[in-house]
Nanobody
Framework: LQLVETGGGLVQPGGSVRLSCVASNGTLDHRAVAWFRQAPGKERTGIQCIYWRHNARYYTEAMRERFTISRDNAEHTVYLLMKRLEPEDTATYYC?????????????????WGQGTQVTVSS
């Protein structure tokens, strides 16, 4: 299974962006998928996770109001919509998939990772 993230780039403070995570060489059927992010010099932290049947788990309450995870199972794609972006949201954003339908918060246990997409929030 391979994951590819797209949608990153330069965004002005207060702006919005939607990231996509597309699976290939396999499917996301019955797999949980999560978004993580990592800023320079900081640990990789979980944002949100979505189960096969679209229920979500929020790892970071502070981002719950501004970030929304969703998925299109037919297209094997998971999205992260980010609104009201702040400079502190600048990071590389990664999607990850599990072999099963579970959403552990620890980044080290996830089975598949994309290469990441950079989001820079700056005026």
């Amino acid at each position: 299974l391979q994951l590819v993230e797209t949608g990153g780039g330069l965004v002005q403070p207060g702006g919005s962006v939607r990231l996509s995570c597309v699976a290939s060489n396999g499917t996301l059927d019955h797999r949980a998928v999560a978004w993580f992010r990592q800023a320079p010099g900081k640990e990789r932290t979980g944002i949100q996770c979505i189960y096969w049947r679209h229920n979500a788990r929020y790892y970071t309450e502070a981002m719950r109001e501004r970030f929304t995870i969703s998925r299109d199972n037919a297209e094997h794609t998971v999205y992260l919509l980010m609104k009201r972006l702040e400079p502190e949201d600048t990071a590389t954003y990664y999607c990850a998939a599990m072999s099963g339908d579970v959403c552990p918060p620890e980044s080290g246990v996830w089975d598949y990772w994309g290469q990441g997409t950079q989001v820079t929030v700056s005026s």
